[in-house]
């Protein structure tokens, strides 16, 4: 089995776990990692939200799983578009990680002097930035997770926001102040990773018992609601479900890009609730979120 991921130190040890969680599951059959460089890491100057939107990491793993040099790729999930590419499949999620975000500094997010310069390429934290702390700048910032931190020691930022699950992956010891996902919401598929196949292929069923159940359960509804809404990574939206006993709660963010509002919406399901329109529904007459 050749399992295809990006050549990063974040992508390498995630592909790392998948070879381990396949291994604890029987599947050891000439595993091979192989890396594929993708339009994201050719391109580290140029801002996310201008490359054409989500798939800029995993548009090129999917082309190779199609075309059969790989058998399995490996994302990040939020990387991956909440429409899948035809003839592909989300044959499993690994147990997540963290999903909250985190300020890479010495001092928490509201004791930041002001106009200190904060580090991101995502709209949607760049808009928390701007909505909870408008006095600090934000800055575009590109590169894999030891690019960006070599950058913050420098003193090209005053912080930097990095996903908290790529930090913990990689072991970085830097001081950094959590920032709480109930008001500073994640993007649907934060902290999880992904296993996708071919569609018809029949690794897939084995592949399925590496599926974390609840970790599934909740990125499902997560990436459903953003179909639903037809949400792009253009929009400063988070998308969190958070298992709590026998419950699901949802939690939605939408931000003006310049900060200048919020909007929220969180409820409570029953974990085995299937399809998701009511809540679309719901969240597009209270938001009046763009058709």
């Known amino acids: 089995m050749i399992i295809g991921t990006r050549g990063s130190r974040l992508a390498m040890a995630q592909a790392d776990m998948a070879v381990e969680a396949l291994r604890e599951n029987g599947i050891d059959d000439g595993l091979e990692i192989r890396v594929i460089t993708t339009g994201g890491d050719r391109d580290r100057c ?61 001092v928490p997010l509201d004791e930041l002097a002001v106009s200190a310069v904060v580090g991101t390429s995502s709209v949607r934290r760049k808009a928390l930035l701007k909505h909870q702390r408008p006095d600090v700048q934000t800055a575009e910032l590109r590169g894999n997770i030891t690019t960006r931190l070599n950058k913050w020691r420098r003193g090209d930022y005053d912080a930097i926001i990095l996903a908290g699950a790529g930090l913990e992956r990689l072991g970085e010891n830097v001081p950094r102040c959590e920032l709480d996902p109930r008001t500073w919401v994640p993007p649907a598929g934060q902290g999880a990773v992904a296993l996708v196949c071919r569609e018809n292929d029949p690794i897939g069923a084995g592949l399925s018992r590496l599926d974390d159940h609840s970790t ?37 963010q939408w931000l003006a890009h310049d900060g200048s509002w919020a909007k929220r919406f969180e409820t409570v399901l029953s974990k085995g609730v299937e399809g998701t329109d009511d809540i679309v529904h719901v969240i597009n007459r209270e938001w009046g979120w763009p058709s």
Not at 81 to 106: C, E, F, I, N, Y
Not at 219 to 246: H, I, T
Request: hydrophobic share 40%.
């Open 216 to 252: 599934r359960l909740c990125v499902d509804l997560e990436r459903a609601v953003m179909l639903g809404l037809g949400a792009s990574c253009q929009e400063p939206l988070g998308v969190w479900a958070e298992p709590v006993g026998d419950n699901i709660v949802l939690r939605c």
């Open 46 to 106: 140029t801002p996310l939200g201008d490359m054409g939107g989500y798939g800029v990491f995993t548009k090129e793993l999917d082309q190779r799983l199609l075309s059969g040099e790989i058998d399995l790729a490996v994302n990040s999930l939020k990387d991956m578009p909440s429409q899948l590419t035809p003839g592909t499949r989300l044959a499993a999620v690994l147990p997540r990680g963290p999903v909250h975000d985190v300020l890479v500094s010495k």
